[in-house]
């Protein structure tokens, strides 16, 4: 599904503020100067206190499509043979080093299972955060998006642990370069502990 971005290029100059920029993306003022310093969204910064930075309406949108993009399923190795070695081209190897530890998501969701046993049925967004090594934000972003179900329970959400494990197997089945710290450490041990 694509968005229509029609109605931002109406409401918003061409060239916007660093301000109009974290509404645009209904991101933390934080978050918006840290897209804009580590380059992940283009802008020309003059240094000074007030209106520091001038960012190109057209490079928020490319950064919203690019945000908004569901996950890539997560590559094959060309040549596996049945140990899972690859072999091929270089890129496969370079692949292979980051998903040589992957397990089936079978595997991976018992894992999940013994290790969050002792974990509540339900758990706030910060724990659910800490859990899976991801971002609060994060977590508010895939409630919204409908990809984490949460139940309102007295201004909070509550995230069923069932919920946060289908959406940890289901970045397991996306592109591996959006797998947090923690989520790749759970895959390395679910891995080692099938072969042991």
Avoid at 39 to 58: A, E, F, M, S, V
Avoid at 95 to 124: F, M
Wanted: proline share 6%; charged share 25%.
């Amino acid at each position: 599904m694509t968005v229509d971005y029609s109605e931002l290029r109406r409401t918003y100059p061409q060239i916007i503020s660093a301000d109009q920029l974290y509404r645009i993306c209904h991101i933390s003022k934080r978050t918006a100067r840290r897209l804009l310093e580590n380059g992940t969204i283009p802008c020309i910064d003059n240094g000074k206190k007030t209106h520091r930075y001038q960012i190109w309406l057209d490079d928020v949108i490319d950064y919203l499509v690019r945000r908004d993009r569901p996950p890539l399923p997560c590559p094959a190795l060309k040549g596996a043979n049945s140990e899972g070695k690859a072999e091929g081209s270089p890129d496969d190897e370079q692949r292979q080093g980051t998903l040589k530890a992957c397990c089936s998501s079978r595997e991976l969701r018992a894992y999940l299972e013994a290790i969050w046993a002792n974990v509540p049925d339900a758990v706030s967004r910060a724990q659910a955060a800490e859990l899976s090594g991801y971002q609060p934000a994060s977590m508010s972003r895939w409630i919204k998006r409908g990809y984490l179900t949460a139940i309102p329970y007295m201004g909070h959400y509550l995230i069923p642990k069932s919920s946060l494990i289908e959406s940890m197997l289901t970045k397991f089945s996306g592109d591996p370069r959006h797998f947090s710290k923690k989520l790749s450490a759970m895959i390395r041990a679910a891995s080692e502990a099938q072969n042991t």
